[in-house]
């Protein structure tokens, strides 16, 4: 029994659809650990004190990024639900800017604060 050529060529075609679709998502895959791992990388710890907010504190560590950047990125990798959320003492993740001259890095390290 013979199979038809057109029944042959579709096969064909799904196996390499199924192979497409399949690094595409281990492309991504590998892009989101990447960005993971340079987020980690790229941050700092600091514990919250009395009267800190997310708006005070993007003032004084946001190096260049913008406040509404920094609250995002701060609100993101510490899981918090609202801005309201922190308390002194809390311990935050905070990015830094490795590449900055003076950035946040060196603020932190200047104030004494843990990291």
């Known amino acids: ?12 075609y799904s196996v390499l659809y199924i192979v497409f679709i399949g690094l595409i998502v281990a492309c991504i895959a590998f892009t989101v650990h990447d960005l993971k791992q340079s987020d980690a990388s790229h941050s700092a710890s600091i514990k919250v004190q009395r009267g800190d907010t997310l708006w ?4 004084k560590y946001k190096g260049k990024m913008s406040a509404a950047q920094f609250m995002s990125w701060v609100e993101t ?3 918090l639900h609202n801005r309201d959320q922190i308390k002194a003492g809390q311990t935050l993740l905070i990015p830094t800017d490795q590449n900055e001259p003076g950035g946040t890095a060196n603020q932190i390290a200047g104030a004494g604060v843990p990291h």
């Open 1 to 12: 029994m013979e199979h038809s050529p057109s029944l042959s060529k579709s096969h064909s």
């Open 56 to 59: 005070s504190l993007s003032e």
């Open 77 to 79: 990798n510490n899981q």
